[in-house]
C-alpha cells in the first residue's frame, strides 16, 4: 500500500506571496491532518480533515485554510506569507479516529519564506 | 490546556545502554498517549501508543506505560543500538480527539 505523500517537496517563496500544498493520504484512510514544525515551536498541529469536512483546529490565524476533496485528498493554503512561515509542513492520515488510529506522516513538505 | 512536556536532549549513549526518554503531560480525563521516531532524513513514525490508564505499549524493544497517578508516559529501552539514534517525539491526543499535542522532541545517538 502506496504511504502518505505530500508535493511538492520543497517550496521557496516570498513574503506576501500565497502558497498551496498538497497531501495525498493512504488508500481508505479518511482523517487527514496538518502540523507545522520549526526549531524554535516544534510540532504544532494546524487543522484535521475528515469526510471533506474540517473537523478540529489548532491555534492558527485565518491565514492558513485547507480543504478536503471526495477521494480524501487535502490541500492546505497559507495566504500572504510571513518570515515566521518557514516550517516543514507535515501531513498525516489515519482510518477514522486519530486517537485511537495510527496516525502515518508523509515526508513534509519544506516551505522557505524569504 | 493539555500539554506534553518531555525530557531535553541531546542524549548520547553507547550501545546496549539503557535508555529512559521522560515524558509528562498535563490533560482533563483521559487523553491518548504516544511516542513518534523521526529517523534522520525520515518522516515521523508511530512507535507506540497507550490510550487508557496502565497500558503499555512496546514495539522494537522500547516499552512505555500510561500512569495516571504520576501523569506520565517514559519511554525506555534495555538495550540500545546504533540504528535507535533518531529524534523521538511524545504526543498526546486529548480526550474528545479534537487536539493533538507533541512534545519538543528528544534528540537520541547511540555511538557504537
Known amino acids: 500500500k502506496a504511504g502518505v505523500t505530500q508535493t511538492p517537496r520543497y517550496l521557496i517563496k516570498t513574503r506576501g506571496q500565497q502558497v498551496t500544498l498538497s497531501c495525498s493520504p493512504i488508500?481508505?484512510?479518511?482523517?487527514v491532518s496538518w502540523y507545522q514544525q520549526t526549531p524554535g515551536q516544534g510540532l504544532q498541529f494546524l487543522f484535521e480533515?475528515?469526510?471533506?469536512?474540517?473537523?478540529n483546529k489548532g491555534n492558527f490565524p485565518g491565514r492558513f485554510s485547507g480543504r478536503q476533496f471526495s477521494n480524501s485528498r487535502s490541500e492546505m493554503n497559507v495566504s500572504t506569507l510571513e518570515l515566521g512561515d518557514s516550517a516543514l509542513y507535515l501531513c498525516?492520515?489515519?482510518?477514522?479516529?486519530?486517537?485511537?488510529?495510527?496516525?502515518?506522516f508523509g515526508p513534509g513538505t519544506r516551505l522557505t519564506v524569504l | 490546556g493539555d500539554s506534553v512536556t518531555q525530557m531535553e536532549g541531546p542524549v548520547t549513549l553507547s550501545e546496549e545502554a539503557f535508555l529512559t526518554i521522560n515524558c509528562t503531560y498535563t490533560?482533563?480525563?483521559?487523553?491518548?498517549l504516544f511516542w513518534y521516531v523521526q529517523y534522520p532524513g525520515e518522516g515521523l513514525q508511530l512507535l507506540l501508543k497507550?490510550?487508557?490508564?496502565?497500558d503499555k505499549g512496546s514495539n522494537k524493544g522500547f516499552e512505555a506505560t500510561y500512569r495516571k497517578e504520576t501523569t506520565s508516559f517514559h519511554l525506555e529501552k534495555g538495550s540500545v543500538q546504533v540504528s535507535d539514534s533518531a529524534v523521538y517525539f511524545c504526543?498526546?491526543?486529548?480526550?474528545?480527539?479534537?487536539?493533538?499535542?507533541f512534545g519538543t522532541g528528544t534528540s537520541l545517538t547511540v555511538i557504537p
Open positions: 498525516a492520515s489515519s482510518t477514522v479516529d486519530r486517537r485511537l488510529d495510527t496516525q502515518y
Open positions: 488508500s481508505g484512510h479518511r482523517s
Open positions: 480533515y475528515f469526510s471533506e469536512t474540517q473537523r
Open positions: 490533560a482533563t480525563g483521559y487523553p491518548s
Open positions: 497507550a490510550t487508557k490508564a496502565d
Open positions: 504526543a498526546l491526543s486529548d480526550r474528545t480527539g479534537n487536539q493533538f499535542y
